[in-house]
């Protein structure tokens, strides 16, 4: 039997707005990128905001692609040369915050099983529609999903039925991610229905914190909880702390002092997901 070991990378939240907000994606491996960012959510009336803040100066920064000898793109247009694709890639080591063109070694397909060789070099044995995304340590090897990019523009971004455009890190990252239910946490195996930018899409887990623990990143808390800032709850020992969803059609929060209040501003909530609530203090 293979033995497997999720990677440690994590899902940070800079700014989520209701709609439309760039959220970016941390990578974070252990202690050797050196990154402390944490992230809350603020329930305020019917809507829920989340906010990060960051030590880290650096992830955010771009570097001029002339002196690092990688070739600038954009994700949405895929203006690489023949033979070659535009990625996101970690250009400081630390998270995706630029992106590149790679030469597309693989020819593998959408669902189709890939390698990927990390965040730094951005290249993998998917076909040039798509990136190896999910990726977890099999044995020392990055092993995912091929993940196809977002076609269209960011301001109409296309994707298949069942999946939504993940545009994040200041649109480094462009992929069509699958949707989900929060209430029923219908992802595949090792994933979680996490609130990701603009839609709840399946997300890889890690800590697996449950609800009232300590969080700082939207993948830290087991699925069916999100991460949510320490003021929405009534006991939480740090910044941020996991608060479980709830189904305002059959209200039932077991943490004590906590109501199910409606995840999405009176009116707004997307087609299927208007009973979605979450369990924090009451406004």
Excluded: H
Excluded at 200 to 229: H, K, M, R, W
Aim: glycine residues 10%.
């Amino acid at each position: 039997m293979i033995q497997t070991r999720r990677s440690a990378f994590r899902f940070s939240v800079l700014a989520i707005a209701l709609f439309g907000c760039d959220k970016p994606l941390s990578q974070e491996a252990g202690d050797e990128l050196g990154s402390s960012e944490e992230s809350g959510t603020e329930e305020s009336g019917a809507q829920t905001e989340t906010t990060q803040t960051s030590t880290e100066t650096s992830s955010n920064f771009v570097p001029d692609m002339a002196d690092t000898g990688d070739t600038a793109c954009d994700p949405f247009m895929q203006d690489c040369p023949a033979g070659e694709k535009c990625v996101p890639y970690a250009s400081s080591g630390g998270t995706w915050d630029a992106n590149k063109c790679v030469q597309v070694t693989g020819d593998a397909q959408p669902g189709d099983s890939c390698i990927w060789d990390g965040p730094s070099a951005g290249t993998d044995n998917c076909g040039e529609d798509s990136i190896c995304w999910d990726a977890m340590d099999v044995d020392g090897v990055a092993v995912g999903v091929c993940t196809p990019f977002c076609d269209g523009s960011a301001d109409n971004p296309i994707c298949d039925p069942q999946t939504s455009c993940l545009i994040a890190n200041e649109g480094a990252i462009t992929l069509c991610i699958t949707t989900c239910d929060p209430l029923l946490q219908d992802c595949a195996e090792g994933l979680g229905c996490y609130w990701a930018n603009s839609d709840f899409n399946c997300v890889f887990t890690t800590d697996g914190s449950g609800e009232g623990q300590p969080c700082g990143y939207i993948n830290d808390c087991a699925p069916g909880n999100l991460c949510a800032a320490a003021d929405a709850l009534p006991e939480c020992a740090g910044s941020s702390c996991c608060a479980a969803y709830c189904d305002l059609a059959s209200p039932d929060c077991l943490t004590a002092g906590t109501e199910c209040v409606t995840f999405f501003e009176e009116g707004l909530a997307p087609p299927g997901y208007e009973d979605v609530g979450i369990c924090v203090l009451p406004g």
